[in-house]
């Protein structure tokens, strides 16, 4: 539960926000994580000393429900000369350590990030008349947060997250949403780490799909062109009734160009998915060849889940051949040595241990398997296909309802377990799937119904690699919804 409050409103869980001013004495109590942040929102807003504030009841670290202990909404004119309506902006904290002394986040250093190294802000256009600022995005940006706190998933600029569902819990058509910089907060270098701004930006379902397809930086270039849709700052407008295509349908074209020429910038998903292998049975219920919704799966590696992790990091460089990062990568404390190790970047497996030691657990090849999806993350197959592999790419889905993944490499990413010879190749239950150029053409083909929601079976046989009975079966169904909120999967940018 949350109350809204002013922000100097007395009370024991929301002090008064000190700025530069704030009398030193209470300045040395407040929270530092906390009173940084207060000071980069002071330094925008001058004249808002006290803004109201969404607050936590219980705290988090308290055992409440939500991770944010505050939300502060401001009150922005914008710029009407550059297109900028005046709006309610929306900040967040508690994704960032406020407090320093682990009751939340583990203190890593000052020259790393801290906590999760963001927060979260959103721009709501205010309507007319409007007084005070709607208390809904609060709770959207806490579905989020507890998304974050409960996966260890970060965020970073051009990632998506659909949400099904409009925003306001209205009938608006904004039901899904892109982050992006904000462009007026500024990373602050807090006592316990640095902390940038991701601001969270309301989209039609076609305009989400469009940044699948190409990519969320692209899509928001082309929503900060067209006023009514955010305008430079990305200002979100629930009432907006036309996609970004309906308004200027030029820039579907520049979408489709766009497209065909780079493909996707998507390199993988978290997504409800297993695999089996129809080799032949498992021999015992510890078999990782066998990888079944519903049973509990053996886990990757650490070093196999370091692999994916930098997988999904670095995606392809366009002017370089793509490469999976090694499979025994140089590590300290099962973390590489340019990350914190504090905290998971996107798709890190819960467990940096293996239940076998990996030097023990060999790499298969398999001579048919069964890959199967929920109906969401198939959705995706043909963006994987089309967007990813007939570019040279790879694309990698990681479940999260088990400690697995399946990777799909084109034939010109190097560093790959899975080969021309041995297409279909698991290292305990991370699988990898080689197909070339002629085997995508062919699938694409059979999956043009991928969508709807009847159960989809492919065979093919590998006539153009070097294992004659290879095949895959795919399977796409409806399946229980996720644990991200609204049923929604978080996803990754390359």
Same mark, same amino acid.
């Given at each position: 539960? !949350?109350?809204?409050?002013?922000?100097?409103? +007395?009370?024991?869980?929301?002090?008064?926000?000190?700025? +530069?001013? !704030?009398?030193?004495? /209470?300045?040395?109590?407040?929270?530092?994580? =906390?009173?940084?942040?207060?000071?980069?929102? #002071?330094? =925008?807003?001058?004249?808002?000393?006290?803004?109201?504030?969404?607050?936590?009841?219980?705290?988090?670290?308290?055992?409440?429900?939500?991770?944010?202990?505050?939300?502060?909404?401001?009150?922005?004119?914008?710029?009407?000369?550059?297109?900028?309506?005046?709006?309610?902006?929306?900040?967040?904290?508690?994704?960032?350590?406020?407090?320093?002394?682990?009751?939340?986040?583990? /203190?890593?250093?000052?020259?790393?990030?801290?906590?999760?190294?963001?927060?979260?802000?959103?721009?709501?256009?205010?309507?007319?008349?409007?007084?005070?600022?709607?208390? *809904?995005?609060?709770?959207?940006?806490?579905?989020?947060?507890?998304?974050? /706190?409960?996966?260890?998933?970060?965020?970073?600029?051009?990632?998506?997250?659909? *949400?099904? @569902?409009?925003?306001?819990?209205?009938? @608006?058509?904004?039901?899904?949403?892109?982050?992006?910089?904000?462009?007026?907060?500024?990373?602050?270098?807090?006592?316990?780490?640095?902390?940038?701004?991701?601001?969270?930006?309301?989209?039609?379902?076609?305009?989400?799909?469009?940044?699948?397809? *190409?990519?969320?930086?692209?899509?928001?270039?082309?929503?900060?062109?067209?006023?009514?849709?955010?305008?430079?700052?990305?200002?979100?407008?629930?009432?907006?009734?036309?996609?970004?295509?309906?308004?200027? +349908?030029?820039?579907?074209?520049?979408?489709? $160009?766009?497209?065909?020429?780079?493909?996707?910038?998507?390199?993988?998903?978290?997504? $409800?998915?297993?695999?089996?292998?129809?080799?032949?049975?498992?021999?015992?219920?510890?078999?990782?060849?066998?990888?079944?919704?519903?049973?509990?799966?053996?886990? =990757?590696?650490?070093?196999?889940?370091?692999?994916? #992790?930098?997988?999904?990091?670095?995606?392809?460089?366009?002017?370089?051949?793509?490469?999976? +990062?090694?499979?025994?990568?140089?590590?300290?404390?099962?973390?590489?040595?340019?990350?914190?190790?504090?905290?998971?970047?996107?798709?890190?497996?819960?467990?940096?241990?293996?239940?076998?030691?990996?030097?023990?657990? #060999?790499?298969?090849?398999?001579?048919?398997?069964?890959?199967?999806?929920?109906?969401?993350?198939?959705?995706?197959?043909?963006?994987?296909?089309?967007?990813?592999? =007939?570019?040279?790419?790879?694309?990698?889905?990681?479940?999260?309802?088990?400690?697995?993944?399946?990777?799909?490499?084109?034939?010109?990413?190097?560093? !790959?377990?899975?080969?021309?010879?041995?297409?279909?190749?698991?290292?305990?239950? *991370?699988?990898?799937?080689?197909?070339?150029?002629?085997?995508?053409? $062919?699938?694409?083909?059979?999956?043009?119904?991928?969508?709807?929601?009847?159960?989809?079976?492919?065979?093919?046989?590998?006539?153009?690699?070097?294992?004659?009975?290879?095949?895959?079966?795919? @399977?796409?169904?409806?399946?229980?919804?996720?644990?991200?909120?609204?049923?929604? !999967?978080?996803? #990754?940018?390359?």
């Amino acid at each position: 539960m !949350a109350e809204l409050r002013p922000s100097g409103a +007395p009370g024991p869980a929301a002090p008064p926000a000190p700025g +530069p001013s !704030a009398p030193p004495a /209470f300045a040395s109590l407040f929270p530092p994580g =906390l009173h940084a942040i207060y000071g980069e929102c #002071r330094r =925008l807003y001058p004249d808002q000393p006290n803004p109201l504030q969404v607050t936590a009841i219980v705290k988090y670290w308290l055992g409440g429900p939500d991770p944010l202990d505050y939300v502060s909404m401001y009150r922005n004119v914008g710029s009407p000369s550059a297109n900028i309506p005046e709006h309610w902006h929306y900040i967040s904290f508690g994704l960032s350590d406020l407090y320093g002394d682990s009751r939340v986040h583990e /203190f890593t250093g000052t020259d790393g990030p801290s906590g999760f190294g963001f927060e979260l802000t959103f721009r709501l256009k205010r309507e007319t008349g409007e007084s005070a600022p709607p208390t *809904w995005p609060a709770e959207l940006m806490q579905g989020l947060a507890r998304y974050v /706190f409960q996966s260890e998933n970060t965020f970073c600029s051009g990632d998506h997250v659909s *949400w099904h @569902s409009p925003l306001d819990n209205s009938e @608006s058509r904004i039901q899904h949403m892109l982050l992006t910089e904000d462009p007026q907060m500024q990373p602050v270098q807090t006592p316990f780490g640095v902390v940038t701004f991701l601001q969270i930006v309301g989209v039609c379902t076609e305009e989400l799909h469009a940044a699948q397809q *190409w990519n969320g930086q692209g899509i928001l270039e082309l929503l900060r062109t067209v006023p009514v849709a955010g305008g430079p700052w990305l200002i979100t407008d629930m009432r907006r009734g036309e996609t970004i295509f309906e308004i200027d +349908p030029h820039l579907q074209e520049r979408v489709d $160009k766009g497209i065909e020429t780079d493909g996707s910038n998507l390199s993988g998903v978290s997504a $409800k998915c297993a695999w089996d292998d129809l080799s032949r049975p498992p021999e015992d219920d510890e078999d990782s060849r066998s990888i079944c919704i519903g049973t509990q799966p053996r886990r =990757l590696s650490g070093k196999d889940t370091e692999q994916i #992790r930098e997988t999904l990091r670095r995606g392809l460089e366009i002017n370089s051949k793509p490469v999976l +990062p090694p499979i025994n990568p140089q590590r300290q404390n099962g973390f590489t040595h340019d990350r914190a190790p504090s905290r998971k970047d996107s798709l890190e497996s819960d467990s940096s241990t293996a239940i076998v030691p990996h030097e023990l657990i #060999r790499t298969r090849q398999l001579e048919s398997v069964h890959l199967k999806f929920n109906q969401e993350s198939g959705a995706l197959i043909p963006l994987c296909l089309r967007g990813r592999l =007939l570019h040279g790419r790879h694309f990698t889905y990681k479940s999260i309802t088990g400690d697995m993944a399946i990777t799909f490499v084109s034939t010109g990413v190097e560093g !790959a377990f899975a080969t021309e010879e041995h297409p279909y190749a698991a290292h305990g239950p *991370w699988l990898q799937i080689l197909l070339t150029e002629e085997f995508v053409e $062919k699938m694409l083909e059979d999956l043009e119904d991928l969508t709807s929601p009847e159960e989809v079976s492919l065979f093919h046989s590998n006539s153009g690699l070097q294992s004659p009975g290879a095949r895959v079966c795919l @399977s796409v169904c409806q399946s229980p919804s996720s644990n991200f909120p609204k049923s929604t !999967a978080g996803l #990754r940018r390359s």
